[in-house]
């Protein structure tokens, strides 16, 4: 589920220029709060859903690497980890995506299974949030 999350989010933050506020994880949910100045509700959930199982099927390596704070590589913002964290853990999806995350990730995309959107609604002005499930293949 969460290398699924940031699949949708690499893709809502660099196609739709949406940043992420929030996100909630369960076994089998996924729930994304995002600020966009588009309105995500006038999007047709096929066509988010197509975008992200596109990568899924691209059976890409997903790797999981610690670096001492200071050594974490450059262009990788770790602005939002407490400068109490010494070490910090790096997810990559191939050249796909890369960021920080402490959370559980399988090792390759073709492990995900099939991602559905169930909703995409408004939350705020410019908020919007974005569930949708992952089911086996």
Not at 58 to 85: A, H, L, M
């Amino acid at each position: 589920m969460e290398s699924a999350q940031h699949i949708l989010h690499h893709i809502l933050l660099h196609e739709y220029h949406a940043t992420q506020t929030g996100m909630q994880i369960s076994d089998n949910h996924i729930r994304l709060d995002v600020k966009c100045d588009k309105d995500l509700t006038k999007l047709a959930k096929e066509e988010l859903e197509e975008k992200v199982n596109l990568v899924i099927k691209q059976n890409i390596p997903v790797n999981k690497k610690i670096y001492p704070r200071d050594e974490v590589p450059k262009g990788i913002d770790i602005s939002k980890i407490p400068d109490t964290v010494k070490e910090v853990r790096i997810v990559s999806i191939g050249d796909f995506d890369v960021q920080p995350c402490g959370n559980a990730h399988i090792d390759n995309t073709s492990e995900i299974g099939k991602y559905s959107i169930t909703e995409i609604k408004r939350k705020g002005s410019s908020t919007y949030r974005i569930e949708g499930i992952v089911t086996d293949k």
